[in-house]
């Protein structure tokens, strides 16, 4: 299959196309991943997308259709990384019906502080695929590798976007499968990665080879983000994952 070049995308690709997508296709087709999850920083790769402007992310935050759009392609994403990702309601179906009553109550409780529509996600609604070795090797799971670079800008473009716990969850599943293959993915990666999640969004993950974002800063201080002292440093600071309670879903893939 040929190599894509920025002609092949002027627009954004549809659902029906990059949806039925082969792994090889989104392996070697470098120009659909900024369409999909935009971020403000203008790309090396596909400078025919707009960068994402405050507009675009306050119709995000309040059209569910658009997230839907963006969770679909997370989705899509995940599975060619090696992950099942599963519907809130699926992975409520498994819980207790004892703890049914319980858990409501905490969500109503919960519902008033909640500041992103993706509120009713967790980390447990990720789960390895039988293949996911042969699938994360052959994507992510290396010391270097280009789709390093998607993961980073699907991280933080989903965080601005409304689907913060999504965006964390993510994070959460790749240090678990790194740290029990040893700790196999470059450091200077993982900091990025860490940065992408955790930082004021203000800070694109590779400042400051990139500017601050300056309507970022405005939103992040609205939200409630105080910027503080260590921020313009970013995870430079011991950030390997190795704080992250490790998985034992995982071992049997490395053994």
């Known amino acids: 299959m040929r190599r894509t070049t920025e002609t092949d995308h002027p627009t954004p690709p ?40 405050r507009q675009t992310r306050d119709a995000f935050l309040t059209r569910q259709e658009l997230r839907d759009r963006m969770l679909q392609a997370w989705k899509r994403m995940m599975a060619f990384y090696g992950w099942d990702v599963h519907d809130a309601d699926e992975s409520n179906d498994a819980e207790d019906v004892n703890d049914t009553e319980s858990d409501e109550d905490m969500n109503d409780a919960e519902s008033d502080e909640s500041t992103t529509p993706s509120s009713t996600f967790d980390s447990a609604s990720i789960t390895p695929r039988d293949d ?3 699938k994360a090797q052959d994507t992510w799971l290396m010391r270097d590798n280009h789709n390093h670079l998607r993961i980073s800008r699907m991280i933080r473009s989903m965080r601005i976007l409304g689907l913060y716990q999504q965006a964390q969850a993510m994070l959460n599943s790749l240090v678990q499968a790194n740290n029990a293959a040893a700790f196999i993915v470059n450091p200077s990666t993982l900091v990025v990665w860490f940065d992408a999640a955790m930082r004021p969004t203000c800070y694109p993950p590779i400042y400051p080879r990139a500017p601050v974002c300056n309507w970022l800063r405005d939103v992040d201080y609205e939200d409630g983000t105080e910027e503080s002292e260590d921020d313009e440093e970013g995870a430079s600071f011991e950030c390997d994952g190795r704080e992250v309670e490790y998985s034992p879903e995982y071992s049997r893939f490395f053994q």
């Open 14 to 53: 549809s659902p029906k196309s990059w949806g039925n997508w082969s792994d090889h296709e989104l392996e070697y087709t470098h120009n659909y991943i900024q369409w999909l999850f935009p971020i403000p920083e203008v790309s090396q790769h596909n400078a025919r997308v707009p960068p994402l402007d």
């Open 132 to 134: 996911f070795l042969l």
